[in-house]
Every structure is written in C-alpha cells, then in structure tokens.
C-alpha cells in the first residue's frame, strides 16, 4: 500500500470515531435538555410584571443572587445571557430570559409571563397583543448582497 492511501485510511477512521461519539454525546445532552424541560414547565407560575429594562449581559454583572453564580459552570460565566429588570408585584427583580422570546419583549410595558425560578419561558401582552419586534437592521454585507442580486437580475433581463 501506497502511503497515501494509508493516511486516507487513517483520517477516515478518525473521523468515523468522531461521528460515532459527536452521536452519543448528543443524544446524551437531548436526553437532558428534555428533562430540564420538563422541570421548568413543571415550576411555572404566571405572573403579571412590569418590564423595566432588558439586556444582553454577562451572568456576573447581571446582579443575580449568588447562589446563581455558584451554581453556573465556570465557562459560561464570561458569556452574556438575556437579562430582563421587572418589578413583579412590589419587588423589582432580575430574571433570565429565554433567548428565542427576548426580542419580543416590550420595555416599559406591563405583561403576563410564564415563570419558573428566574427564569421567564413565555410572555403575553397584558392589554391586547405584544407589538411585533422590528426587524433587524442589515449589515454591510447584507445590503451588498442585495444590490449585486438585483444588479445580476437587470443584467439577465
């Protein structure tokens, strides 16, 4: 055999034991996401509050109890989470946010939200439907993408 074909050989049977473990440690972290699901939903309460400021900010600036802190792993305490202010009933507090919600979130407006822990899962509107987020601006990259799509169909015409 050629060395060539040995290194091929070689790197194929790397990456197919790479595949093999990506596979279970997947399936391992699914099977604990879902249980992490279910305890959330199992804790939610819903409560009205009134959301006074929302940011993207890392969990040690973010003013949450200690207890938060010692709790997350030391890797994902220089990450920046969705932080939300709200005063729920007479108490302003800092809860987390799930990102997939946290755009949809108004300031300044009272709202009813899903809540579990320090942890805010849903929001409706209080008085009528939530406003729809606006749309991200575009980037450089974006809009120069655009005008060469539309250059390319003036062209073809």
Do not use: N
């Not at 949450?64 to 030391?74: F, G, M, N, R, S």
């Not at 507090?93 to 407006?109: E, G, L, Q, R």
């Amino acid at each position: 055999m050629s060395t060539v074909t040995i290194v091929l050989l070689v790197i194929t049977a790397i990456l197919a034991i790479g595949l093999v473990v990506l596979y279970f440690v997947g399936k391992r972290m699914q099977k604990k996401q879902e249980e992490q699901q279910s305890q959330i939903q199992a804790a939610a309460q819903t409560v009205s509050m009134l959301i006074i400021d929302k940011k993207r900010m890392k969990i040690k600036d973010a003013g949450l109890p200690p207890t938060v802190l010692e709790h997350t792993p030391k890797i994902m305490r220089g990450s920046k989470i969705p932080v939300v202010k709200a005063k729920a009933g007479p108490k302003i507090m800092t809860f987390i946010c799930d990102s997939a919600i946290f755009d949809s979130i108004p300031v300044k407006k009272e709202v009813k939200a899903v809540v579990s822990g320090l942890y805010i899962t849903s929001v409706k509107g209080m008085r009528g439907p939530i406003a729809a987020a606006a749309p991200a601006k575009k980037g450089i990259g974006a809009k120069l993408h655009q005008k060469y799509q539309e250059l390319s169909a003036r062209l073809q015409k």
